[in-house]
Structures are given as structure tokens and as C-alpha cells.
């Protein structure tokens, strides 16, 4: 089936640019998502990009994607202590079948 | 105001004791699915639904039934909760067309001991 794998942990220092990094299996992917969960809460949509695109921007956040390697990438560029939360890398391949990633915690050092 | 809710948010019970968790949205989507949280597994799809009266298999059905009579409310029923099954759960809901984004519900909270 399909994999979506993320390292689990990132730290950085306030001020400095987060890249967070995805690799996935699925050839036929249509979108791919990143999501952001704040503790205690349910996952939001950060962002997405669809599989025809090589990068987006919008505000703070680039999302790279190179569908040859099948990688992904958010950069945050100034992170904020806001920003920590756990991002997840998803996606989504047949009709409506999302698969996410392990998730990956970061930690903004002030 | 959009919203997906679960009931309970937190819930503490014992081996084999049925329960439930219900999920409910005013969105008016077809598309809702459920989701549990473990520590470095990250999201599983456990069944999802694209409208009424139609549910499949996601990717760790066992131990799990749902239902969808109407198009608002989609519950999770555990008929035999057993210790493993002890995780965090999302209800989400797609809108079904363009890029999918999926809303989720603040979680619910299961241990069974």
C-alpha cells in the first residue's frame, strides 16, 4: 500500500527557516497536503499543492515538490514559537483515499 | 459556524464494555472518515463513508463498526473495546470535490483498560 514517512522530530532556534521533509511511494498522487496540529487539538490544513506543481508560496510557507523523487518539503520561513505544533505530510492517491505521514513535532527554541 | 464534533472528548473504560463515539458536522459533506492517533504511526484510516448507507474499510478496520444513516452523524462503535485499541480518534469530513481539504474533529480520547 501506499507510505508517507517524515522524520518524527525538528528543532530550530526563533527567527531561523524550518524545512520539514517528506518522501512518499505513491506514483498516481493527485494533491498532496500538509497539515498542522496544536496540542490538544484536530488536524487544519496548512497547505497544498497539486502533483503538477513544483513549488507553492504563500506567505511564510514554500512547499517544494520533486515528483521524480517522490519528496516533499515545508519550509517556514522566521519561525515563530506559534509554529510549534506537529506537521503532517499527506497524500492522496485513488478516489478520496488520504494517507497521512507519521507526523513530524517541531520545537521553536526561543 | 463550520464544525465537526465528537462526543465524548475523553473516555476511560474497561475491557469488553461496547461503547461509542459519535461524530456529527453541519457542513453538509458526503465524505466523512475516522482516523485513530498513535505515537510515531501518525494517522490510520480505520472506515470512511461517502454518503449514506455506503461505508468501506480504511487501512486498521478490525475491532471497529460504523454507520451512516444520515448524513450529518457518522459513529465509531466499539463492540468489544480491548487494551490495544486505547488511542486518540478523528472524525474528518471532505466536501468531495476540488482538493479535498478534510476538517477535523478536536479528538477523542480513548483508554480501555
Known amino acids: 500500500g501506499e507510505d508517507v514517512e517524515q522524520s518524527l522530530f525538528l528543532s530550530v532556534r526563533e527567527g531561523d527557516s524550518s524545512v520539514i521533509n517528506c518522501t512518499y511511494t505513491d506514483s498516481s498522487s493527485t494533491y498532496l497536503y500538509w497539515y498542522k496540529q496544536e496540542p490538544g487539538a484536530g488536524l487544519q490544513l496548512l497547505t497544498y499543492i497539486f502533483s503538477n506543481m513544483d513549488m507553492k508560496q504563500d506567505q511564510r510557507l514554500t512547499v517544494l515538490l520533486n515528483k521524480k523523487d517522490k519528496h516533499l518539503s515545508l519550509r517556514i520561513a522566521d519561525t515563530q514559537t506559534g509554529d510549534s505544533a506537529i506537521y503532517f505530510c499527506?497524500?492522496?492517491?485513488?478516489?478520496?483515499?488520504?494517507?497521512f505521514g507519521t507526523g513530524t513535532k517541531l520545537q521553536v527554541i526561543p | 459556524e463550520a464544525q465537526v464534533t465528537q462526543n465524548p472528548r475523553y473516555l476511560i473504560t474497561v475491557t469488553g464494555k461496547k461503547l461509542t463515539v459519535t461524530c456529527s458536522q453541519n457542513m453538509n459533506h458526503e465524505y466523512m472518515s475516522w482516523y485513530r492517533q498513535d505515537p510515531g504511526l501518525g494517522l490510520r484510516q480505520i472506515y470512511y463513508?461517502?454518503?449514506?448507507?455506503?461505508?468501506d474499510k480504511g487501512d486498521v478496520p478490525e475491532g471497529y463498526k460504523v454507520s451512516r444513516k444520515e448524513k450529518r452523524n457518522f459513529p465509531l462503535i466499539l463492540e468489544s473495546p480491548s487494551p490495544n485499541q486505547t488511542s486518540l480518534y478523528f472524525c474528518a469530513t471532505t466536501v468531495g470535490a476540488g482538493y479535498n481539504e478534510q476538517f477535523f474533529g478536536p479528538g477523542t480520547r480513548l483508554t480501555v483498560l
Open positions: 499527506a497524500e492522496r492517491g485513488g478516489y478520496q483515499k488520504v494517507t
Open positions: 463513508s461517502m454518503n449514506v448507507e455506503v461505508t
